[in-house]
């Protein structure tokens, strides 16, 4: 485990990566973390710094100041590069000792650290020493954290009791393993989270176990990183982030120093999987993803069933990373905002020419890929590009309205693999009102259309889905007052369904009982998340438990002008 452990460390990145794990790791092991590293501002070299108790000097109180260099640290590294150390060390003994030490801690010994993922290179280690021989005094001293001590304290702290007994440990060792087999790999961590997740005895104890998933879920990203394989580590983020969410939740918990440190611990989570969804959504699949037929022959599939899938789910990731996007774009810093709102605009125009380019997304082969749908038309409603978009939806519509007609090419509602595979198996009365027994996605698509102004369309769906499927039940999902406790963790047995749209009656009688629903079950009153201004996290947990948008999700407001158009 420790040569697990050794190797993420040495492949972490200095800023964001390695700066961002060693608070956690200090807190776990009894320090008080007094800064954490800023961008911005001037550190005078000192990216971390704690009080605690040093093992080098009979566990004598002391004040920590970490300087952090990425990987192994070379003659390079030392005196020559723009992030040099010794600059770093002369900086906190020119400016930060004398200068920015609280006045309650002066009293303490000084530690200067020089923390690194991998080790001292035997190059630079007679420099080091000379430079400590020279500047230490009575109340300074210089202390080295490479890659082998990081590691014991994570060993020893944050992965300690349950993920150090062999079962456990060998979830988490398999999850690395079949990084290359990404289902296999995202099944052993949930298991390992489960684990994880225990009942705690206290607060104390649940915050050890959100810094345990946090910090397996970043070893695990490491892993696929150096793979260049990350689906399960976006996978696996996702996880981590809806496992964290209920515990991190301001409102269930007290103010004071806990509730301070879960919103800290959740924006460090949620940092990480917009590091990874950047990773594989806008590096990895977004120079791609507007070249004819470039995504779809990525698959690597013949089966245009498989295509379908694989396009679907990166259609949903990349709409849930843009509505994130656009959701911190609200932040109160005006270049903070207009960089964020930048980054959603690119996504979604990333996602419109996914749909230019790839045909097969005209017509999804699963009725619940109305959860992607939902989540794209969403992020094309908060961007103001509707007008955008307009064409895709009236290729779905007349898409579905063939399908129906000609019993082929129209969505299932089974989500069965081999099923969907199959389907249509046969034309016969039987299979075509046993897969066209309930659905959703009609539903959308009419409200759609009738929120793009094409009542024509609209008209023509009602009376293609009376005509070929009068048995069809039309049906929406809406949260109840169970949904906020239990959905977080995967349960699926909550919700209200509403069946039996009007859809006889009329378009207008259809979108009155819609609205009427929304009315009565405000959202905002059963998802904290909504409340608290972060709704892509419960739409996050809607796509990756595969529960249906609830249509209170289906409306947006324009807050941007148009500059690219899908054509469906």
């Given at each position: 485990?420790?040569?697990?452990?050794?190797?993420?460390?040495?492949?972490?990145?200095?800023?964001?990566?390695?700066?961002?794990?060693?608070?956690?790791?200090?807190?776990?092991?009894?320090?008080?973390?007094?800064?954490?590293?800023?961008?911005?501002?001037?550190?005078?070299?000192?990216?971390?710094?704690?009080?605690?108790?040093?093992?080098?000097?009979?566990?004598?109180?002391?004040?920590?100041?970490?300087?952090?260099?990425?990987?192994?640290?070379?003659?390079?590294?030392?005196?020559?590069?723009?992030?040099?150390?010794?600059?770093?060390?002369?900086?906190?003994?020119?400016?930060?000792?004398?200068?920015?030490?609280?006045?309650?801690?002066?009293?303490?010994?000084?530690?200067?650290?020089?923390?690194?993922?991998?080790?001292?290179?035997?190059?630079?280690?007679?420099?080091?020493?000379?430079?400590?021989?020279?500047?230490?005094?009575?109340?300074?001293?210089?202390?080295?954290?490479?890659?082998?001590?990081?590691?014991?304290?994570?060993?020893?702290?944050?992965?300690?009791?349950?993920?150090?007994?062999?079962?456990?440990?060998?979830l988490f060792q398999k999850a690395l393993a079949m990084l290359d087999q990404p289902e296999v790999a995202y099944r052993h961590f949930r298991h390992l989270l489960n684990v994880i997740f225990t009942e705690p005895k206290n607060q104390t104890e649940r915050t050890r176990q959100l810094r345990k998933a946090y910090l397996c879920l970043w070893i695990l990203f490491v892993w696929a990183r150096d793979a260049d394989n990350l689906e399960a580590a976006y996978r696996a983020s996702e996880l981590v982030l809806l496992r964290s969410w209920p515990h991190c939740d301001s409102t269930r918990l007290r103010k004071g120093a806990t509730q301070h440190e879960r919103l800290a611990h959740f924006d460090q989570v949620l940092q990480l999987h917009f590091i990874i969804a950047h990773l594989l959504l806008v590096e990895k699949i977004g120079p791609f993803a507007d070249k004819r037929y470039a995504l779809s022959m990525a698959v690597n599939s013949r089966n245009a069933v498989d295509i379908n899938i694989a396009l679907f789910e990166v259609l949903g990731r990349l709409s849930l990373h843009g509505l994130w996007l656009d959701a911190i774009s609200a932040g109160e810093d005006e270049s903070f905002a207009q960089a964020m709102s930048e980054r959603a605009d690119k996504v979604l125009n990333i996602a419109i020419g996914m749909l230019n380019a790839n045909p097969t997304l005209a017509v999804p082969v699963r009725d619940d890929f109305t959860i992607e749908l939902a989540l794209f038309m969403r992020l094309a409603a908060v961007r103001g590009r509707l007008s955008n978009v307009a064409d895709y939806i009236r290729s779905m519509s007349d898409h579905l309205c063939y399908g129906l007609r000609a019993r082929r090419h129209y969505p299932t509602p089974t989500t069965e693999y081999r099923d969907v595979l199959s389907h249509p198996r046969d034309r016969s009365d039987a299979y075509f009102e046993e897969h066209t027994r309930a659905g959703i996605l009609y539903t959308f698509v009419l409200a759609w259309l009738a929120m793009i102004g094409d009542q024509e369309r609209a008209e023509q769906l009602r009376s293609t889905l009376l005509e070929y499927a009068p048995h069809m039940t039309h049906q929406i999902w809406i949260p109840d007052a169970r949904t906020d406790e239990v959905f977080w963790d995967g349960d699926r047995d909550h919700g209200v369904s509403v069946p039996g749209l009007p859809l006889n009656d009329s378009l207008e009688a259809v979108f009155s009982l819609l609205n009427r629903v929304m009315k009565e079950y405000p959202l905002d009153e059963r998802i904290s998340a909504v409340r608290n201004h972060l709704t892509p996290i419960f739409l996050m947990a809607c796509r990756h438990y595969r529960m249906p948008v609830p249509p209170h999700v289906w409306r947006g407001q324009d807050r941007s002008s148009p500059d690219s158009t899908a054509s469906g």
């Amino acid at each position: 485990m420790k040569l697990v452990v050794m190797h993420y460390l040495r492949s972490l990145r200095e800023r964001d990566e390695l700066d961002a794990i060693l608070p956690d790791l200090l807190a776990e092991s009894g320090f008080e973390v007094l800064t954490r590293p800023r961008r911005g501002t001037r550190q005078a070299g000192v990216d971390v710094a704690a009080v605690g108790p040093n093992p080098d000097r009979d566990g004598t109180r002391s004040l920590f100041l970490f300087t952090i260099k990425s990987g192994d640290l070379t003659r390079e590294h030392w005196d020559t590069s723009q992030q040099a150390v010794r600059p770093s060390l002369n900086e906190v003994l020119d400016d930060y000792i004398p200068n920015r030490i609280p006045p309650h801690f002066a009293d303490l010994p000084v530690v200067i650290c020089v923390c690194m993922g991998g080790e001292m290179r035997e190059d630079v280690r007679a420099q080091w020493s000379g430079y400590c021989r020279k500047n230490e005094r009575a109340d300074i001293h210089f202390a080295e954290w490479n890659g082998d001590r990081l590691s014991d304290l994570i060993l020893s702290g944050m992965l300690r009791a349950e993920l150090i007994e062999s079962e456990n440990r060998g979830l988490f060792q398999k999850a690395l393993a079949m990084l290359d087999q990404p289902e296999v790999a995202y099944r052993h961590f949930r298991h390992l989270l489960n684990v994880i997740f225990t009942e705690p005895k206290n607060q104390t104890e649940r915050t050890r176990q959100l810094r345990k998933a946090y910090l397996c879920l970043w070893i695990l990203f490491v892993w696929a990183r150096d793979a260049d394989n990350l689906e399960a580590a976006y996978r696996a983020s996702e996880l981590v982030l809806l496992r964290s969410w209920p515990h991190c939740d301001s409102t269930r918990l007290r103010k004071g120093a806990t509730q301070h440190e879960r919103l800290a611990h959740f924006d460090q989570v949620l940092q990480l999987h917009f590091i990874i969804a950047h990773l594989l959504l806008v590096e990895k699949i977004g120079p791609f993803a507007d070249k004819r037929y470039a995504l779809s022959m990525a698959v690597n599939s013949r089966n245009a069933v498989d295509i379908n899938i694989a396009l679907f789910e990166v259609l949903g990731r990349l709409s849930l990373h843009g509505l994130w996007l656009d959701a911190i774009s609200a932040g109160e810093d005006e270049s903070f905002a207009q960089a964020m709102s930048e980054r959603a605009d690119k996504v979604l125009n990333i996602a419109i020419g996914m749909l230019n380019a790839n045909p097969t997304l005209a017509v999804p082969v699963r009725d619940d890929f109305t959860i992607e749908l939902a989540l794209f038309m969403r992020l094309a409603a908060v961007r103001g590009r509707l007008s955008n978009v307009a064409d895709y939806i009236r290729s779905m519509s007349d898409h579905l309205c063939y399908g129906l007609r000609a019993r082929r090419h129209y969505p299932t509602p089974t989500t069965e693999y081999r099923d969907v595979l199959s389907h249509p198996r046969d034309r016969s009365d039987a299979y075509f009102e046993e897969h066209t027994r309930a659905g959703i996605l009609y539903t959308f698509v009419l409200a759609w259309l009738a929120m793009i102004g094409d009542q024509e369309r609209a008209e023509q769906l009602r009376s293609t889905l009376l005509e070929y499927a009068p048995h069809m039940t039309h049906q929406i999902w809406i949260p109840d007052a169970r949904t906020d406790e239990v959905f977080w963790d995967g349960d699926r047995d909550h919700g209200v369904s509403v069946p039996g749209l009007p859809l006889n009656d009329s378009l207008e009688a259809v979108f009155s009982l819609l609205n009427r629903v929304m009315k009565e079950y405000p959202l905002d009153e059963r998802i904290s998340a909504v409340r608290n201004h972060l709704t892509p996290i419960f739409l996050m947990a809607c796509r990756h438990y595969r529960m249906p948008v609830p249509p209170h999700v289906w409306r947006g407001q324009d807050r941007s002008s148009p500059d690219s158009t899908a054509s469906g």
